[in-house]
C-alpha cells in the first residue's frame, strides 16, 4: 500500500519569506501523480499544484513550485513571497495511475502553515 | 468551475440513527469519492464510485455504505451512527480517464454523533 508522510505537523513563515513544506512517499508503481492541496480555515479544499511522475521537470504555479526527486521518493513544496492568504492546512497526496478505473488519493496528515506579519 | 455541494455543512444525530450524507457535483465526472478528515489523520478513503450503480471500498469502509443511482449524486450512509463516526466528511469528484487527475472537493460536511 502506498503511504505519504509530511513530517512537519506545523510550520511558521514571516510574510514575504519563503517557506519549504516537505513530503516523502512510498510507493512500488513507476507512474503515478502527485499533488498539494490547500485546505484554508473552514474553507474548501483547493488544489495547490500537481506533479506527474514520468514528467522530470519541477511543476510551478506562480509563487509555488515543486521539487521532486523520484528516486528519493521525495515532493516538496516550496512557496515564495509568503502572503497572508497563504495560511492554511497544506496536504500531500498521491494517486497511482490506474488502467481504466478511478482511485482515490493517498493523503499525507497535513502541515499547519501560518504566515506571521 | 467545477462545483461540487454536500447537502449540509453541520450536522448533529443521536447513536444509533441512520445519517445519509448527500453529495451533487455539476460537471458530469464519472468518479466520485467520498473521505473523512481527522485532525492529525489527514483525509482517509472510504469509498468511491466509477460509474452509476458502481462502488469501490476505501481504506476505512467500516460502518459506512455508498449509493450511487445517478451520475451527479453520489451518498454515504451511516447506518447506525456511533460517537466514533464524528468527524468532517469531504466529498470529491473527478472526470474520468487515467489522465484527468485533478479532484475536486466539495466544502465538507462535519458530523457531530452523540
Known amino acids: 500500500a502506498q503511504t505519504v508522510t509530511q513530517s512537519q505537523p506545523e510550520m511558521s513563515v514571516q510574510e514575504a519569506e519563503t517557506v519549504t513544506l516537505s513530503c516523502t512517499y512510498d510507493t512500488s508503481e513507476s507512474d503515478y501523480y502527485l499533488f498539494w492541496y490547500k485546505q484554508p480555515p473552514s474553507r474548501q479544499m483547493i488544489l495547490v499544484i500537481r506533479?506527474?511522475?514520468?514528467?522530470?521537470q519541477n511543476a510551478t504555479e506562480n509563487r509555488f513550485s515543486v521539487n521532486f526527486q523520484k528516486a528519493a521518493k521525495s515532493f516538496s513544496l516550496k512557496i515564495s513571497d509568503s502572503q497572508l492568504g497563504d495560511a492554511a492546512m497544506y496536504f500531500c497526496a498521491y494517486r497511482r495511475l490506474v488502467g481504466g478505473g478511478a482511485d482515490g488519493l493517498t493523503f499525507g496528515k497535513g502541515t499547519h502553515l501560518i504566515i506571521q506579519p | 468551475d467545477v462545483k461540487v455541494t454536500q447537502s449540509s455543512r453541520y450536522l448533529v444525530k443521536r447513536t444509533g440513527e441512520k445519517v445519509f450524507l448527500e453529495c451533487v457535483q455539476d460537471?458530469?465526472?464519472?468518479?466520485m469519492f467520498w473521505y473523512r478528515q481527522d485532525p492529525g489523520l489527514g483525509l482517509r478513503l472510504i469509498y468511491f464510485s466509477y460509474d452509476v450503480k458502481m462502488k469501490e471500498k476505501g481504506d476505512i469502509p467500516e460502518g459506512y455504505s455508498v449509493s450511487r443511482e445517478k451520475k451527479e449524486r453520489f451518498s454515504l450512509i451511516l447506518e447506525s451512527a456511533s460517537t466514533n463516526q464524528t468527524s468532517m466528511y469531504l466529498c470529491a469528484s473527478r472526470s474520468g480517464g487515467d489522465f484527468q487527475e485533478t479532484q475536486y472537493f466539495g466544502p465538507g460536511t462535519r458530523l457531530l454523533v452523540l
Open positions: 460537471m458530469d465526472h464519472e468518479n
Open positions: 506533479q506527474e511522475a514520468y514528467k522530470q
